[in-house]
């Protein structure tokens, strides 16, 4: 079977995508793109290996779960210190690890919904607000949600007022969104807009917990939304 293209002639070979975390990786741990400096766009990736925004956005998506660099939303991608990628690391390859990290966040995350449940101020309730209705904006727009996905997540940590949830899904990074962590040969058909689609009904039942301080409802809440996503990603 032939690789996939976009019709410019790009190819859309799930290799490609290893390729150009490779050179990229490779370019950061060299020092020739350095912590704090900005990767080349997006579209000059696209231009400059011949392959799919699909592709690149993949390459990007495992950078992140490496910890070697985050995105900025509306600015860019950047490489990280050295020092906020040293120490605890993530596999970013395989389908066990998706399988790993919802388990860990199942443990880690049900608990901090209660907290923040019982602990949340108005401004962070304001902010979760905020992240959800910029995941169903970008939903409507056929934007990535991962960013205000992420957000949501990370909010929900620091409202616990325990620095310890905070860091750890943190260190997770956006490697907590399944669907960025698996590639598109694994993925095959899946529908990821109908996916986060789902997702965002969930959040919603997380919130409106949150919201009501009820810490039961909103650990049943997160526990059925980290289920779900388990389900959905039908990880092996």
């Keep these: 079977m032939q690789n996939e293209s976009n019709g410019s002639g790009r190819k859309r070979a799930p290799g490609l995508a290893h390729d150009i975390v ?8 060299l020092g ?11 579209s000059t990736i696209v231009r400059e290996h011949g392959v ?18 985050e995105t900025r939303h509306g600015v860019g991608t950047f490489a990280l210190e050295r020092d906020q990628h040293q120490g605890f690391r ?5 389908a066990i ?19 923040a449940a019982k602990r949340r101020t108005d401004d962070q309730l304001v902010r979760m607000r905020q992240a959800l209705d910029d995941y169903q904006s970008s939903l409507a727009n056929n934007d990535s949600s991962v960013e205000p996905d992420v957000r949501f997540h990370r909010l929900i ?9 905070t860091d750890i899904i943190y260190q997770l990074g956006n490697s907590v969104i399944p669907r960025t962590r698996i590639n ?8 990821l807009m109908k996916l986060g689609q789902a997702a965002n009904l969930e959040h919603e039942a997380i919130f409106n917990a949150i919201r009501r301080q009820d810490p039961d409802a909103a650990r049943a809440a997160m526990l059925l939304h980290l289920s779900n996503s388990l389900e ?5």
Excluded: C
């Design 232 to 236: 959905r990603m039908a990880v092996e």
């Design 52 to 69: 799919s925004r699909t592709v690149v956005r993949e390459a990007i998506s495992k950078l992140q779960a490496s910890g070697l660099v």
């Design 22 to 29: 490779a050179e990229l990786t490779q370019r950061i741990l």
């Design 184 to 191: 598109a040969q694994e993925r095959g058909s899946t529908d």
């Design 32 to 42: 020739q793109i350095a912590p704090g400096e900005k990767l080349p766009s997006e």
């Design 97 to 115: 690890s998706v399988r790993g990290i919802l388990e860990l966040r199942m443990g880690l995350e049900t608990q901090a919904a209660a907290l």
């Design 90 to 94: 993530l596999s970013s390859d395989t």
């Design 157 to 165: 940590a620091e409202a616990t007022g325990n620095t310890y949830f």
